[in-house]
């Protein structure tokens, strides 16, 4: 049987390694800060998307032990998840308290953490409360609610125990929001030499007395509920847009899949609200005081310190394409490559603005998944649309949590005369292409944009991708054929007009493709050839690509796999897996076979996991261009020889490059 990790518990390990940078001395102070509200915000996203899966599977493993069908899932898989959790919730409050508020203080910042205010800061934060916090309270006594109070996904809210000051015998019970709307921090004046920062749960906490008036205050305890985010999109009967947009409204009134609580909340209590807000006791989750400690994101700087942060990134120009007028022209004569957040993303942009004003051009496509708040790209597009050109955009509606921003932008796009494409049925378009047809006297010539990540000029500054640029026409006329495709809205099996050559696409050849790729290496070694096979991913899950890595490891194929988040592929003397967590993130997916010497290099928009080959339309490319395979092949092996320090040495090499 192949030895295969469980996905949960791999992803655990690596928000954990997301943690473990917040230790990291090496990082700047509020760097080490912000990875602990990125270690917070990744676990609340597991709470909402993964956890109800979890609880569901084991649900049904009580009942039925050997249903399921996955061997790394069994009855004891959810205590083992929670276990994880509550050990690195554990070492959360360790690093915030033992590592980062004294570090802090070090720099003269004072964060009131769990400690009473002095008379002053009761004086000026009274003063708050009563002129902006106010405005947002809405305390309810639950016994005298005339319906049942819900609580809003992730918010939070305080549970108070109160008792009337002339029946101190009788309690009553109240909730309180803390409200989302006004900043988590709030600045004081200096005081023993500090700068003093305190936090929006605090001020309400110790102000309780005016805002229960005759009641005595027994006890006030935190508490956030998580829902489910899981959405049924598989089959639409209506118009999507309006059916994805009546589940978004729905996701905010999932089932609760987490009732984080203050631990110090006694019993009855915890037992009240159990019964009252409908939590099972597995949902129940025992934490800290604070709670959304995400929005340390916002923690304010109120010293004018310059080396809490990474240093400002720069990104390089590239030569070619900074002195060139016109980027359609540089695509024709040769391939570029843009290696994000290194390299600047200006180059992407310049595509999509020169395409929508050229005069020549005639035709756009392009694949839109994570649209930007602010999209350059989109307005390029509708700037287009109004300039005559034809204009076809395929937008993803199920792209999770990025659903109501992509429709907002698909009704401005579509508004403007751009041809939208919608989700197709029980499948995600993940593909990231754009491909523009431009007259040339007789003809038309194609220039083909086919990257790793999103379209997405926000992301772009802090995810780590590459963006090929190329006009080879094998390449790009497939392009032409997979938007032909793409408009069909057809389900991949009944769509027989298409055979791939150059691109790699799941649903079609991908999966295949792969497979053959590794059987040639393994044929190789067996031959007595040199071979090898190195892999960049975000996840590798897939049991048969797992398997076939297993085989070509077993046949004497060295493997060198760097997989930033979810493996469940178990490293062996052949195989060496590196996880690389650091300033930006990893996001690329690069694929390099030794091929007897003629190396065959893809790089593209899949991951190996069952959702990206089996449920998704994904895209690699080959890399041709030799100077473009030789850039992609020195960065990942300086991720490889280093990776702890892998960005700092892209950074020194992209500036090297010519």
Not at 118 to 136: M, N
Not at 230 to 254: A, H, N, Q
Request: aromatic residues 10%.
């Amino acid at each position: 049987m192949t030895p295969l990790f469980n996905r949960d518990l791999s992803w655990l390990s690596f928000n954990f390694r997301v943690l473990t940078m917040a230790q990291d001395q090496q990082v700047p102070l509020y760097e080490r800060i912000k990875f602990l509200s990125i270690f917070s915000s990744n676990l609340d996203e597991f709470f909402r998307v993964r956890m109800p899966a979890i609880m569901a599977v084991n649900k049904l493993l009580e009942k039925e032990p050997d249903a399921g069908g996955d061997e790394t899932v069994s009855q004891d898989t959810l205590r083992q998840v929670l276990t994880e959790i509550n050990r690195q919730q554990e070492t959360y409050g360790q690093i915030l308290t033992r590592e980062i508020l004294p570090a802090l203080k070090d720099r003269g910042i004072h964060l009131c953490y769990n400690e009473p205010f002095t008379d002053l800061q009761l004086k000026l934060t009274k003063e708050y409360l009563l002129t902006s916090i106010l405005t947002y309270l809405q305390p309810v006594f639950l016994a005298d609610s005339e319906k049942d109070y819900f609580p809003e996904n992730n918010a939070l809210y305080f549970a108070v125990s109160l008792s009337s000051r002339q029946k101190p015998d009788q309690i009553k019970y109240a909730l309180l929001n803390i409200p989302a709307a006004l900043p988590r921090f709030f600045q004081l004046p200096k005081e023993d030499g500090l700068a003093q920062i305190t936090m929006l749960d605090d001020i309400i906490r110790y102000h309780l007395d005016y805002i229960f008036p005759g009641y005595q205050i027994n006890g006030c305890y935190s508490f956030k509920l998580t829902r489910n985010a899981e959405m049924d999109m598989d089959e639409f009967k209506g118009d999507i847009l309006e059916e994805v947009e009546t589940l978004i409204r729905k996701r905010e009134l999932g089932v609760p899949t987490r009732f984080l609580f203050d631990a110090a909340m006694p019993m009855p209590l915890q037992q009240y609200l159990s019964g009252y807000l409908k939590i099972k006791p597995e949902e129940m989750v025992a934490g800290g005081r604070y709670h959304n400690l995400k929005d340390l994101n916002d923690f304010p700087l109120p010293l004018p310190l310059t080396d809490v942060f990474y240093p400002k990134n720069t990104p390089a120009k590239i030569a070619m394409a900074a002195e060139t007028d016109h980027i359609l022209d540089l695509i024709q004569r040769q391939d570029l490559i843009v290696h994000v957040p290194y390299q600047r993303y200006d180059y992407v942009l310049r595509f999509f603005n020169e395409a929508a004003i050229d005069r020549d051009v005639t035709e756009i496509y392009v694949t839109l998944y994570r649209i930007a708040s602010g999209s350059q790209i989109a307005q390029a597009l509708i700037t287009a649309a109004k300039n005559g050109k034809q204009v076809t955009v395929f937008v993803e509606l199920k792209a999770r949590f990025d659903e109501a921003n992509n429709i907002r932008w698909a009704k401005r796009m579509k508004d403007a005369g751009v041809k939208i494409v919608y989700s197709i049925p029980g499948m995600k378009v993940h593909a990231k292409t754009a491909l523009v047809k431009r007259k040339r006297g007789y003809y038309h010539d194609y220039s083909g944009l086919i990257a790793t990540g999103n379209f997405n000029e926000s992301t772009a500054r802090f995810y780590a991708d590459h963006i090929l640029f190329t006009s080879h026409p094998g390449i790009t006329r497939e392009m032409e054929l997979l938007f032909l495709y793409l408009q069909s809205r057809e389900q991949p099996a009944d769509y027989q007009y298409l055979e791939f050559k150059h691109l790699l696409v799941a649903q079609f050849n991908m999966t295949d493709r792969f497979k053959w790729l590794i059987d040639r290496e393994i044929a190789n070694v067996r031959a007595g050839k040199p071979a090898r096979i190195t892999i960049k991913l975000n996840n590798l899950q897939e049991k048969a690509m797992i398997a076939k890595l297993y085989e070509a490891a077993e046949a004497g194929i060295k493997i060198d796999l760097i997989v930033r988040s979810i493996c469940c592929l178990v490293p062996d003397p052949n195989i060496k897996v590196v996880r690389i967590v650091d300033r930006f993130l990893e996001h690329a997916r690069v694929f390099i076979f030794h091929n007897d010497g003629q190396e065959e290099i893809y790089m593209g928009s899949a991951d190996w996991m069952n959702r990206n080959l089996h449920r998704r339309i994904e895209v690699c490319v080959p890399v041709y261009d030799p100077a473009i395979r030789r850039q992609l092949k020195d960065i990942v092996d300086l991720q490889l020889q280093d990776p702890a320090h892998a960005q700092s040495a892209i950074t020194a090499y992209i500036g090297k490059i010519e």
